[in-house]
């Protein structure tokens, strides 16, 4: 799993055209993350550690309220396809 948030991180800055889009393909790199750290205790260190990393470049919390979709699951653009919850 974290091969996938890592491949999905990497992935974000060509993932849409504003910090909106490719916030999502964070959200559903720290997703994996979050679930490795759950699952392996292994790589839970190394899951929180790029979850911390990564928080910062989650979609602007005006961005979302602007849109609406707080409390919303929406589904990552670009070949990602994952969907995530925006909740703040």
Do not use: H, Q
């Not at 948030?5 to 916030?23: I, V």
């Amino acid at each position: 799993m974290v091969l996938i948030g890592d491949m999905y991180a990497a992935s974000s800055r060509n993932c849409g055209s504003d910090g909106y889009s490719r916030g999502l393909a964070v959200l559903a790199a720290i997703d994996k993350y979050a679930y490795a750290r759950s699952i392996d205790s292994e790589v839970a260190g190394e899951a929180s550690r790029k979850i911390s990393l990564y928080s910062a470049s989650v979609p602007p919390k005006d961005d979302v309220f602007m849109r609406g979709v707080n409390n919303t699951r929406v589904t990552v653009p670009c070949w990602i396809g994952e969907t995530v919850t925006l909740k703040y």
